[in-house]
């Protein structure tokens, strides 16, 4: 028995953090004050009487994500210039003080119920107008009065997504943030949302150009939950170059066993991909042209939401309140791919393991529902086969552990045997997590196995699929 593996299998997620991972694609949509003045951070000092969409319709915001297979948004509801999208009793800096007079979160969490998309909220910290931002406690009431209100009057949350941006205020003086605080606002009024990055659910993956790591682990050292830490490495300041910027090899390898064995405290903190559509986070018209092309979204997609990640997807509304047709034309094109892609299951259900625990079956990795193949543990290596019954084409095998019992798989690879009976590997990988997609050179095989060659106590699948 080896102490460490004990360890990292007893590190399992929580409900909420498992309901979130199934959401697998979500979008950001930035809008605010910013989207009047071309701008991607205000200064809080903006005239808000230029804040007048002429065709605002959260419906077509909805339409658009439904089309590209999203399952929810996150609004910024207030971004670090203290501008509010919300009808809030704690400022006049809002949308229900300019021309426009209309409560923007709550149309869209209206918009979202009948699209059937879970709804979340974006609430910057950092208040660059708020007079109050810099003295302590004041600001704080202040903070989580309108937290208050976002959590209270809208319906449900399924996430507060904080980042760590930390500037300084009108007076000149940073916030000391009581994070500790703000959580028991979220868990008291919403305990089934996660919170999002500078919080305790859900993790950063380390940079916005949506560079995704070969091997994400969910079991990482709880150091990495530490607002002092996230702060740090969060942006500070509006870059180009931070936006374009990927991981370092520091932070390549977060949760293999070489990195974690000295850690005393381990946690379930999966990862996110937050990257945008454009350049930049917030519309502008000389972006337009600039829109991600269908073939990069395609390999975002399957590295994020194919590599133990969810990934979230910037899509800006334009000033007068809709997603460009640029926009929609592309994330039409990618719930295309979608759809097509993951559209023919050839799984069967001739399935058999070299190893089954007790309570457990190979068989079970067909279905959709919580049952489970686990080898007996700590075994040397196992397979799993599934028999197609005939050659056909493959391009997908997607895997998913069972991850109530942790996140186990830490190198594996995908065979196929060919027509003349020969075996052909197809696909190496490392981890798998809640979900790897395994491209594949488009082949004829008539049997696929799973070979799992290293793995903590034992291997499990939940799930898996043959496109």
Known sequence: MDSLVERLVKVVPSERQIKWQQLEFTAFLHYGINSFYDREWGTGKEDISVFHPKNLDTDQWCEALKAAEIKACIITAKHHDGFCLWDTAYTDHSVMHTPFKRDIVAELAKSCKKYGLKFGVYLSPWDRHEESYGKGKEYDDFFCGQLTELLTNYGEIYTVWFDGACGEGKNGKKQIYDWDRYYKVVRSLQPEAVISICGPDVRWCGNEAGECRESEWSVVPASLFSQKYIQEHSQQEDSEEFRQKGLTEQTKDLGSRE????????????????????????????????????????????????????????????????????????????????????????????????????????????????????????????????????????????????????????????????????????????????????????????????VFEKFRKSPTLKHMAIY
Request: proline content about 4%; some cysteine.
């Open 259 to 450: 990195v974690v064995k000295d850690t005393e405290e381990l946690i379930w903190y999966p990862a996110e991909v937050d990257v945008s559509i454009r350049p930049g986070w917030f519309h502008h018209d000389n972006e337009d042209d600039k829109v991600k092309s269908l073939e990069v979204l395609k390999e975002i997609y399957l590295q994020s939401v194919g590599g133990n990640s969810v990934l979230l997807l910037n899509i800006p509304p334009h000033r007068d309140g809709y997603i460009t047709e640029q926009d929609r034309t592309r994330l039409q094109e990618l719930g295309d791919f979608i759809r097509n892609d993951f559209k023919d299951n050839l799984m069967t259900s001739n399935v058999t393991a070299t190893s089954t625990d007790k309570g457990t079956d190979a068989k079970n990795i067909v279905s959709h529902d919580e049952s489970y193949w686990k080898s007996e543990d700590y075994i040397d290596g196992c397979r799993i086969t599934v028999d197609l019954g005939q050659p056909k084409e493959i391009k997908y095998v997607v895997l998913q552990e069972q991850i109530r019992l942790s996140q186990r798989v830490e190198s594996f690879y995908v065979e196929g045997e060919l027509k003349n009976g020969k075996p052909k590997v197809l696909y190496r990988g490392t981890t798998i997590g809640y979900k790897r997609i395994c491209p594949i050179e488009p082949i004829e095989v008539s049997k696929v196995h799973v």
